[in-house]
């Protein structure tokens, strides 16, 4: 089955600066890759993900980066605000009808002022 | 996200009891998922349903049944085989039609066994 690992499992930056998590997975054959924000005690949201067609996303502050042949696909944030920390999860799917995701163990964001 | 609900969000068991954790969604979602969350673990498969009175294990299922005799609801039931039942539990769905691979996530139930 597909195993996913994350890195790093706490990351602590200054307001501003950028952060950046990176995942690698196992499944040559997955082709979904979505990026989960966890505050404490709520329910994960999904905040960007990609497919194994495209090499880099954006979303405002918010980008992806994937590199199938070598497996790992990295998030990375800009002008980190407070309102950023949190726990972010990678995962990694086939997609279709299973859909089944493999998560990451998770990054601890602290933005510090 | 608020088309998928559950409860309750606190349970307390006591040891050797079952459960049952709900999730109720109305979204017309064909597949519902459950995850259990420990502290870094992220979130691992207990089972999974893709349509009616069908569903699969995912990689923790042992001292966990589901049913789904519905579409709109997925319920998991926490046996007294379950010898670590402490945990949050999230509910997930998606939509298979249309070509969407996002899932959707329940607000969670936090089960504490005493």
């Known amino acids: 089955g597909e195993n996913v690992e994350q890195h790093p499992s706490t990351l602590s930056v200054q307001e501003g600066d950028s952060a950046v998590i990176k995942c690698t997975y196992s499944d040559s054959a997955s082709n979904y890759f979505p990026w989960y924000k966890q505050e404490l005690g709520k329910r994960p949201q999904l905040i960007i993900d990609?497919?194994?067609?495209?090499g880099e996303k954006k979303d405002q502050r918010i980008a992806v980066t994937l590199n199938k042949t070598a497996k790992h696909f990295s998030l990375h944030i800009t002008e980190t605000q407070p309102e950023d920390s949190a726990v972010y999860f990678c995962?990694?799917?086939?997609?279709?009808?299973?859909?089944?995701?493999?998560f990451g163990t998770g990054t601890r964001l602290q933005v510090t002022l | 996200d608020g088309g998928i609900t559950q409860s309750p969000k606190y349970l307390f068991r006591k040891e050797g009891q079952n459960v049952t954790l709900s999730c109720e969604q109305n979204?017309?979602?064909?597949?519902m998922y459950w995850y259990r969350q420990d502290p870094g673990q992220g979130l691992r498969l207990i089972y999974y349903?893709?349509?009616?009175?069908?569903?699969q294990k995912g990689d923790i299922a042992e001292g966990y049944s589901v049913s789904r005799e519905k579409k709109e609801s997925f319920p998991l039931t926490v046996t007294s085989a379950q010898k670590n039942p402490t945990a949050f539990y999230l509910c997930?769905?998606?939509?298979?039609?249309?070509?969407?691979?996002?899932?959707?996530f329940g607000p969670g139930t936090r089960l504490t066994v005493l």
């Open positions: 990609i497919r194994s067609n495209v």
């Open positions: 979204l017309n979602h064909d597949a």
């Open positions: 995962a990694a799917s086939r997609g279709g009808t299973a859909s089944k995701l493999t």
């Open positions: 997930a769905s998606i939509a298979l039609a249309g070509g969407t691979d996002t899932q959707y």
């Open positions: 349903s893709q349509i009616v009175n069908d569903f």
